[in-house]
């Protein structure tokens, strides 16, 4: 019973971690949107909507790395070595949450930013994104 209700907690927090994802999506589409007229559409709304949603639900809270052998001890195999998957969620959690708070504060403020404050955003989110996700996948691929 206890496994059941711990898998059921897990489950909930990760679908919320999506949810906060595809909202940070939609923060920053509605940025980008009415500043470039291709992006001006249902369309680029939902695939940020989705790629934040998938990008929060893998790439936060990948399984680490196990450090330490049985017996304890550091193992010498891991000693000095970085967990790529641990970097890239971070960064790309940083990324990704960065771009969503910035577009929330320029809708917020008004502001209307020069072209290529908008483009940066744009591509410190998909790059967050990007790296939220290869992250969970290398992270799963390997347990």
């Known amino acids: 019973m206890r496994t059941r209700v711990r898998k059921f ?10 949810m906060a994802g595809a909202a940070s999506g939609l923060f920053v589409a509605a940025l980008v949107g009415p500043s470039v007229a291709a992006f001006t559409n249902q369309a680029f709304l939902l695939l940020m909507m989705i790629g934040g949603a998938i990008g929060f639900y893998l790439g936060i809270d990948t399984p680490p790395l196990p450090f330490k052998i049985s017996s304890g001890a550091p193992s010498d195999d891991w000693i000095g070595k970085i967990d790529t998957p641990e970097l890239l969620s971070a960064v790309g959690t940083f990324l990704a949450a960065f771009s969503a708070f ?22 410190g989110w998909c790059a967050g994104v990007t790296m939220q996700i290869v992250a969970g996948a290398i992270a799963r691929g390997r347990h």
């Open 9 to 18: 907690a897990h489950v909930l927090e990760r679908l919320g971690l999506a």
């Open 102 to 123: 910035a577009s929330v504060g320029v809708i917020v403020l008004r502001h209307d930013p020069h072209i290529a404050w908008t483009w940066m955003i744009m591509a």
